[in-house]
């Protein structure tokens, strides 16, 4: 029997992994990945094709935005901006210069548009509100607040579900749910600034870290030596 | 003094037209097109562009979401799907083919990434709930929940307005509104399925020449001769 169709927003990094396989226990896979022209755009493409492969995912749909590089505002777009390597932010810090205005509403509007067309009842983001980097686009709020905006913005007879299932998950429960679910947390890319080996230092890298260390377990992916 | 910025959708169209010249009566302009692989994307662009010459706006953004023709579902993407020409939609017909799954939506999200970087404090959209072609992006409440989405999905200091002023208007509302504001309606271009004279048939130029024909004024466009 045919299972209910999902459409899975991957960027390749850590979290949208275990999202995936959350979705992928009881879905049918259709993976969307979209470019916005970051600075490690490349490496994040190759992460989501090894993860749509592993998961022989047949439906792939891969987005390019890069009218958000010319908006700007954000140090993951903006080689003239500095990334964040001096720590994690602290509880009621700003939000980082790595935030990419608004950004994922642009992920989640292309998710609605390709769901509505294939007939995927779910979209599915890989969004963590709690132990994160306090984007405002990861809060559990604005997820509830865009999914009424999807019912009243598409067709009458349309329904898609907007799932977050790692939302108030933190960063250690992340990696051990993927360790579960058996996902391939080694073919998962997060490091905002390289792309051969992972700097180990910068906001991303240092979330995933303390993740793997508060699991118990050690990353398998690639680190720069540190202190050379 | 400066004026408040405003962020306005410009598709080249009579409805952003109008509802440009609303925006441009108290407020600093800048303007945004969005190409996304529609039928007549070069005339709009050049309709965009006479607009922004018209009103003297500097900030001007081209966004292109070509993905949307790869998503597809919509007769205004899709050559293989015909475009409606036998008259306006029945109150309660089924979405018309013409309509572009949650394409909206896109439009908001880009508006609102530009509005958060340059500091404007609305997003105005031309969208016409009232004798329009029923498409569900286009109903008040979804304007209200996509609202409701950006105040949770953007930075706490950030608060942008979204401003729609033609919603409730018929279309012969809106050319006396275009008329009284002295807004360029020569300029602007509205047919779905030609680039040089306007069809005269296709859903969006009937419910142009309705609208002027209700208002008592001649359209100043171009239109291909009938029954030749």
Redo the contacts between chains.
């Keep these: 029997m045919a299972r209910e169709l999902a459409v899975v927003l991957a960027s390749g990094g850590l979290d949208s992994c275990v999202c995936l396989a959350e979705a992928a226990r009881d879905h049918d896979l259709a993976l969307l990945h979209v470019n916005y022209g970051q600075r490690t755009e490349a490496r994040e493409l190759a992460a989501f094709g090894a993860l749509a492969d592993h998961y022989g995912a047949a439906r792939r ?1 891969v ?6 590089k ?4 954000s140090s993951l777009l903006d080689p003239a901006l500095a990334v964040e390597t001096a720590g994690l932010p602290a509880v009621g810090a700003p ?1 980082p210069s790595t ?8 992920l ?3 998710g ?3 769901a ?2 294939i007939g995927a009842g779910s979209l599915w983001i890989g969004a963590v509100e709690e132990d994160s980097s306090g984007y ?2 990861c ?1 559990e ?2 997820y ?3 999914a ?9 007879g349309t329904r898609i579900r907007i799932e977050t299932p790692l939302i108030r998950l933190d960063k250690a429960a992340i990696v051990r749910r993927g360790l579960a679910l058996g996902a391939p947390l080694h073919l998962t890319w997060s490091c905002y600034t390289e792309a051969d080996t992972a700097c180990g230092v910068c906001e991303s890298c240092r979330l995933r870290l303390r993740g793997f260390a508060g699991a118990g377990v050690e990353d398998p992916i690639p680190y720069a030596p540190r202190g050379a």
């Design positions: 749909l987005a390019d935005i890069g009218y958000l010319a908006i700007g505002g939000v935030y990419v205005p608004f950004r994922n509403a642009h989640l509007a292309i609605v548009s390709w509505e067309v405002p686009d809060r709020e604005f509830r607040r865009f009424a905006a999807v019912d009243a913005g598409t067709k009458p």
